[in-house]
């Protein structure tokens, strides 16, 4: 490739992804303007002033804060019962032999399709008759219908991928087998678990439909619905307030990236699609 | 399908949901996890500005104050939203013990279900002669009964235009009919201004907007007696006048509800508005340049002869059927009556929430506030036609409560109707048959 | 795996086998079987959602669902929105992991922001669109007419086929860094001497992409066309925010229909009706999935 041509590719390419990128650009640049120039017409591109105001309302005058505790809780207390769960079931389909382990797979495949809103009206009525409706703790059972699937499905594949010998040389030696999955196993599952754990603690974090059926009171309500919220009001639509709500919901997320990013794509590859 | 009661002889749904659930492995899961304190009320409103927020706040801290043994929460809900989530509470049993502000129509389909407790004992607590006559007509149920009382009264459909603009336009005086109103957007839409921002979502307000113009044309969607009566030539004439509307609406207006429209007018946008008095606090808050140029009068009609037609939801109060601390939700519901801070609660939006209490309209304290008193025309008007407004659940005097109004509007045929004739161009005869027929569907179900 | 002879640690190693999986298998039955079952079992009633009360109706849930236009409407969208939005991420996301597989300036930046999409919760992405889209202060609206493309404001989500084009659009910038992911992942292990040889007979960049990438690339974008086609024809959060299934009906899909049922008209059994209806069509794609990788995972 030339100098020159390879040049026009990255101009080329860079352009491609501001503008994949311009709408989250969009979000932060609005988020930091004042109201009245909200109104501007034409926009402007930058923020002639730039006004924190409205984090500070976010976090003062809403009830974001509540919806952000809410959140962490609900996908922290998800992310651990069904990583929990999902690394015993990952270990016994991928390392043990019993009757039903193939239908038990093809289970845990189907359920991994299986679209939420079918699921969502028994469920919403089984909670209901449970009297754990409109908790914390009925999103993080509806949330394990999806989440479970999905961890299993990741580590059964990581957990494939972890070679055998080592735990064979273990039992040879005399070890247990949970001996020998605490120390051969888990170390090796560890990146797996990781990344697992990331995707779930993401699912957890944007779910919305759930949230929006199970849960009426802000006692419970997480950012998906709370934020959500905010813009069906009858009274105002304050879209700065509305855009800085998003960066900080995002927060969560850019920390990820920053830090945690090969998990989230080695993730990828064990969701399905590797070869 | 008899709705109140339950099936005789047979085994309920609920019943059998019991019992299904009964058998399955969660039953086991530990049930107590959702430990409320007994005495916690929580209390739902679609209004909830910020002002009104801090209004309900110090009332509630007021409240705490006298009864120590309570709590109150408050929890918004949202004007297009309360009907689903009100419907999946009702459910589940988990229900809020206060509900605010909610139309006159909701509150009398939820109590045809037996979902909601007689308020009779509150209104007397508040006092039958404090209000302005014949205030809580609209609460009366079909048992003689109140369903709720009136937390306010509204005038949802006033017309709001911009007196500079109709200056420059040349236009004399405030639109009263269809065709002047037409003109006069015709005139002052230019340099990036639109006519109105009517709505033409599918949503409530869509539906409770455009029953407001079948009545302008000398319409209604039933007869007093409660049959349908949407196919008529008074539903074809608003149709018609709609359509033309809306090229002078902004492009967004197909997805409008109540707060972008709202605020396209506050932010100078459009050059009238269609909302209530909550403009005037918006423009002083937002877009104070305005407030020397903005008044209002009743929408405009077909013509002089028709009489103007005023949607008022009958903001209402009421307490569910389910709630578990049904004393207590009475006494706070009484107690959102009391003069200072349901005048705070009206401040925080002078105009929008008018009182239904004579004893407040008269009180010195609440006349004393700066909207109040700069736009006592506006008010003074907008005050009377919201007493003589109407709604779905009651379009006129003369006609029966009409029980099923609330799952019409949460239906949308209305605003289904709307947005085929207007946007995708199908033809009336088509649409109206369509919307009589969901209508007649909801009616007999 | 080195089968044991002993059949008693056979035996003893199958028990704790069945010991690990038994939570799962609990959880399971609880939260995903039993529900799947009394969703059809509920189908055969009408339900009034606010009280729960209603009565058995047997198959007339489906025999009314299956004449009313409003299902079939729903299919018809359910598929455009699926059609449109699957081809879009494919082509788009296979163009950028090409794009991406080269040697980029600051390429691990490119590919975080290009990631983002995904990984932003609906909710945040429909508000920053529905921003971007607004009729009067909308940047997108600005753009085009200080372009001279447009002039006056479009209406992106409100009348037809805007808001189709529309949620397919935002669909496809949501979704399309899972393919790209995808792909990327693939080409990292298409054998360079393969393009060596290509080269040396002659074959130009569009030449070795039809005769080498895109063979190499058949299996995983197989794999991934069901997999998000899936994925896509469940999805409720993005559209029901950004349109709410409207003008009218005109971008309901199946599961939209499913919520407006149970929540909105207040019938449950039907909704359950639908919901039942809609997996069993995706029964197809998910036939299809899960034998494509059994055969690839003996």
Known sequence: MTAIRRVLFNLFAWTVVLAVAFPLFWMIVTSVKPQSELFRRPPTFLPETVTFEHYWTLLTRTGFLDYFRNSVILSVATTLTVVAIATLGAYSLVRFRYRGRESLAFLVLFTYLLPSVVLIIPLYLMLVTLGVSNTIFSLVIAYTTFALPYALWLLRSFMAGIPEDLESAALVDGASRMGAFRDIILPQLLPGIISTALFTFILSWNEYLYALVLVNSDAARPLTTGVMSMLISAFNIEWSLLMAASVMMSVPLIVAFAFLQSYLTSGFGAGGVKG | MSLTRSSSGGITRRGALKGLAATSALAALPIGARAQSATTLRWWSPQAAPAQLEAYQAQIASFEALHPGIKVVFEKTSDEGYAPQLAAAFASGDVPDVVTHLPSFSVQTYYANGLIEPFDEVIEAIGVDNYYPGANEVFRTPDGKHCATGIGNSAANALWVRRDLMADAGIGKIPETWDELRAACQAMQKGGIFGAPLPYGRNGMTSLIFIGFIHQAGGQVFTPDLQIALDSEATRNALEFYRSMRELCPPGATNYSWGESLTAFVSGATATGIYTGRVLVNVRDQNPGLADQITCATYPRIATDVAPWTFNDFASVFIPAQSKNKDAAKLFAAYIFDPPGYIKQLHAAPGHVLPVLRTIGENPAYLDNDIIRKYSAEVELMSAAAAGGYNLGYESAAHQSNAKAGEIIAAHPIADMVQRVVLNGDSMDAAIGDAVKAIDAIMKA | ?298
């Open chain 3, 1 to 298: 795996m080195a089968a044991p002879r002993q059949t008693a640690l056979e035996r003893q190693y199958s028990l704790l086998g069945l010991m690990l999986i038994a939570p799962t298998v609990l959880v399971f039955c609880a939260v995903i079987v039993y529900p799947l079952v009394s969703a059809i079992y509920l189908s055969l009633f009408s339900v009034f959602t606010p009280t729960l009360q209603g009565g058995w109706v047997g198959l007339e849930n489906y025999r009314s669902l299956l004449g009313s236009g409003e299902f079939w409407v729903s299919l018809r969208n359910n598929l455009v929105w699926t059609a449109g939005t699957l081809a879009l991420q494919v082509l788009f996301g296979v163009g950028m992991a090409l794009v991406l597989h080269q040697n980029l300036w600051f390429r691990s930046l490119a590919r975080s922001l290009i990631l983002f999409p995904y990984f932003v919760s609906t909710v945040v992405a429909v508000l920053v669109w529905k921003w971007v889209f607004n009729d009067l202060y909308g940047i997108l609206n600005h753009v085009m007419m200080a372009a001279g493309i447009i002039d006056w404001p479009v209406d992106y989500l409100g009348t037809m086929p805007n808001a189709m084009i529309s949620i397919i659009l935002v669909g496809a910038w949501k979704y399309f860094p899972f393919v790209v992911i995808a792909v990327l992942a693939r080409l990292q292990t298409i054998p360079e001497p393969l393009y060596e040889a290509a080269r040396i007979d002659g074959a130009g960049p569009v030449a070795r992409f039809f005769d080498i990438t895109l063979p190499q690339l058949r299996e995983v974008l197989v794999v991934i066309v069901l997999l998000r086609a899936i994925w896509d024809f469940k999805e409720f959060d993005l559209i029901y925010l950004m349109t709410g299934g409207g003008p009218v009906i005109a971008t309901q899909t199946l599961p939209l229909l499913v919520y407006k049922e149970a929540f909105a008209l207040n019938r449950m059994g039907m909704a359950a009706a639908y919901a039942v209806v809609m997996m069993a069509i995706m029964l197809v794609f998910m036939v299809l999935y899960i034998r494509r990788t059994r055969e690839r995972r003996p």
